[in-house]
């Protein structure tokens, strides 16, 4: 079992609770739940930085990253820096988030925000929508095609964007269907935590452009960017390289600038 197969599990556990707690009417009476969605996709199309900034506590392959800031104040610095979106975790148990991180950014900044989530059922994008999200994760590999096709036009009916993730061609053959919007290359092995920047590179040429590509994990410097622009990237998904210092907007304002410089 991977570090995903273990999620998938307590994850399956979590959104059962959930549901026999707060219905669906609840979630679709909520004050966010017809707002206005901003789309990500459209901005990282015309941006000159493609950047999507991370608030992230914890992962399971660096454990503690960063316990001391305000949701708050990371979602206002990041807004500030000029990044294209926001990706809030909202996993409790293995990295740290909740919903209410998702609340306090929406109430904080006007980005596109990305619930990063582990889903598994129609129900977390409702969650996503009641919480003021913009766009949800789908990740391929603890998803069946059938499944990928049915959250996603489940999203595109609630107006969310969606970004479905993929770690290789297998998975990517098996996801490409038009409800999607963009598609990210996670450049980390689920099995050795590895990070490697050829798994983009490899794969760039098999995403349809129809797509907005996006790369994520081991994007911790200028030249990473810089190296994945030639293959057709367009969105860069950065989350420990900021959250790792004290100020996350101030050294996602440093990076964008040096970038756009």
Do not use: W
């Not at 909520?30 to 950047?51: A, C, E, P």
């Not at 490697?196 to 994007?219: A, N, W, Y």
Request: with cysteine.
């Amino acid at each position: 079992m991977n570090i995903l197969d273990k999620i998938v599990i307590d994850k399956r556990k979590e959104v059962d609770l959930r549901k026999g707690l707060i219905p669906v009417s609840q979630l679709e009476n909520s004050v966010l739940f017809n707002r206005k969605t901003v789309s990500l996709t459209y901005k990282l199309r015309h941006s000159k930085s493609g950047i999507i900034a991370e608030h992230k506590r914890r992962s399971p392959s660096k454990s503690v990253i960063n316990n001391n800031l305000n949701v708050q104040d990371v979602a206002f610095g990041y807004e500030n820096a000029g990044v294209c979106g926001m990706s809030v975790l909202t996993d409790g148990k293995y990295f740290g988030g909740s919903l209410d991180d998702l609340l306090t950014a929406r109430a904080s900044c006007n980005l596109p925000l990305l619930r990063k989530e582990f889903i598994i059922d129609e129900y977390q994008m409702l969650e996503a929508k009641a919480y003021g999200a913009d766009v949800i994760l789908l990740i391929a590999a603890i998803l069946t095609r059938n499944e990928i096709k049915k959250f996603s036009e489940f999203a595109k009916s609630l107006k969310l964007d969606v970004l479905l993730e993929v770690h290789n061609e297998e998975e990517l053959q098996k996801s490409i269907m038009p409800s999607l919007d963009m598609l990210g290359v996670n450049n980390r092995n689920l099995k050795t935590f590895d990070v490697s920047l050829e798994t983009s590179k490899s794969l760039s040429s098999k995403i349809p452009d129809d797509f907005v590509k996006v790369s994520e994990s081991g994007i911790s410097n200028i030249e990473a960017i810089k190296e994945l622009l030639p293959y057709g990237y367009q969105g860069f998904l950065i989350g420990e390289n900021f959250m790792k210092t004290d100020n996350p907007g101030a050294s996602a304002t440093e990076f964008i600038k040096t970038l756009e410089g």
